[in-house]
């Protein structure tokens, strides 16, 4: 089973685009701040991310902390949801936008409710697995916003040095 798991991450993987970390990369660089919104396990992808951010040192929140401020214009939304269907989700890109926030949604459906409302999708390859629910997305997914921290990192001269000063004292 687990050679199985591995190869159809694998497969997925080998189908991100250069161009979606480019197009990444550009958005997080314009963005005074960066919000991460996701439900679920695409929720904790979200998490991963945000932290990493904060790592990198660049201002990230969490969508629905007590310490997320109000989204504005000039800010970065990142929204993953692998259906692209999640009301939630949704109803946050809208308040997003109507804000005049950029929206980036990650996900592994191209044309829904929550597409529709992205400045730039950032498709994830999945196809049928052998595992339950969106654990293929979700797994894909973290294994691309990883790589585009390591990539953002190299590009920006951040070494491991300096986001380990901005790393938890408290744990």
Not at 104 to 111: A, G, P, Y
Not at 134 to 143: H, K, R
Request: with cysteine.
């Amino acid at each position: 089973m687990e050679d199985k798991i591995l190869q159809e991450i694998t497969d997925s993987a080998k189908g991100l685009k250069e161009q979606d970390y480019r197009h990444l990369a550009s958005c997080v660089r314009k963005a005074e701040r960066i919000f991460v919104v996701g439900t679920g396990r695409s929720g904790l992808i979200g998490r991963c991310f945000a932290v990493r951010l904060r790592h990198l040192g660049i201002e990230s929140y969490i969508v629905g902390e007590t310490v997320c401020p109000s989204i504005k214009r000039g800010d970065l939304l990142v929204a993953i949801s692998s259906s692209g269907k999640k009301k939630t989700v949704i109803d946050i890109a809208e308040t997003g936008k109507k804000a005049g926030a950029k929206v980036v949604v990650i996900t592994s459906e191209k044309n829904t409710s929550l597409t529709r409302l992205s400045d730039h999708t950032i498709l994830i390859p999945v196809k049928s697995s052998v595992q339950f629910g969106g654990s293929l997305f979700e797994q894909v997914s973290l294994i691309f916003l990883d790589t585009f921290v390591e990539r953002f990192r190299k590009q920006h001269g951040i070494s491991h040095q300096d986001m380990s000063k901005r790393h938890t004292n408290l744990e």
